[in-house]
């Protein structure tokens, strides 16, 4: 618990410095998120698989490498896709691909923060492997983390429901940008930051569970009658 708001705070303070800096300040920041995202993730990895665990000072200056090069190449490989569908995005349909471009990625990459610490795969083909887990279990998958995406904008009062697209075009960003994550947090009242941090915590820990029972055809006979 108290390590969970040194990554917001991380990302702050890195925001403030690299402001007025250009391009060198936004591809510092980008690595100020991906050292936060290996060390978040490995933390994650630790509380899925290990039964017991104990972060000291050293153990947590060592998570923020132990992954940063992993995270780098899937952030690379969302960089040139971005790169790649800018034509799209600037002609007088740009509204419309965007919203299918932020609904593919939300949907087939939604399995990348699982993949980066419980598989073996990395860049696009990470990418790809997340393709393939999403098509084999769209609902069991989604629905929780639907949920949960619409019960965070609802309290923060910034859903559109005419817009429902945004729900998961909302993870893309929260993966690559550093400042949606600070924007969405901000949007809470202040005091209530803590818990949603603590919370939201919690539903990564329940995302690396149900990912390692669904990689492995597990689940028993309540997600076989889930499936059904």
Not at 107 to 132: D, K, M, T, W
Not at 151 to 163: N, V
Not at 167 to 177: D, H, K, P, R
Request: proline fraction near 5%; charge should be positive; glycine fraction near 8%.
């Amino acid at each position: 618990m108290l390590v969970l708001p040194l990554y917001p705070l991380l990302l702050y303070v890195g925001g403030m410095l690299t402001a007025s800096t250009g391009m060198l300040g936004g591809i510092l920041m980008s690595f100020v998120l991906a050292a936060c995202w290996s060390s978040y993730l490995e933390i994650i990895s630790e509380a899925v698989t290990s039964v017991r665990f104990r972060l000291s000072w050293d153990e947590l200056k060592r998570t923020f490498g132990a992954r940063f090069w992993d995270v780098v190449s899937v952030m690379f490989a969302f960089w040139l896709i971005s790169l790649l569908t800018q034509p799209l995005l600037q002609s007088s349909r740009g509204p419309a691909f965007a919203a299918i471009i932020g609904l593919t990625i939300g949907f087939f990459f939604n399995a990348v923060p699982e993949l980066l610490y419980q598989g073996n795969s990395r860049s696009f083909s990470l990418l790809a492997e997340s393709g393939r887990f999403m098509t084999e279990h769209p609902l069991v998958w989604l629905l929780p983390n639907l949920v949960l995406t619409f019960l965070a904008f609802w309290l923060t009062g910034s859903i559109d429901l005419s817009q429902p697209q945004t729900l998961l075009v909302t993870f893309a960003y929260a993966f690559s940008s550093p400042t949606y994550v600070i924007g969405l947090l901000l949007n809470f009242p202040i005091w209530a930051i803590p818990l949603v941090i603590i919370l939201a915590h919690a539903f990564m820990i329940f995302r690396g569970v149900l990912f390692r029972e669904l990689s492995r055809g597990g689940g028993g006979r309540r997600l076989e009658a889930f499936r059904r």
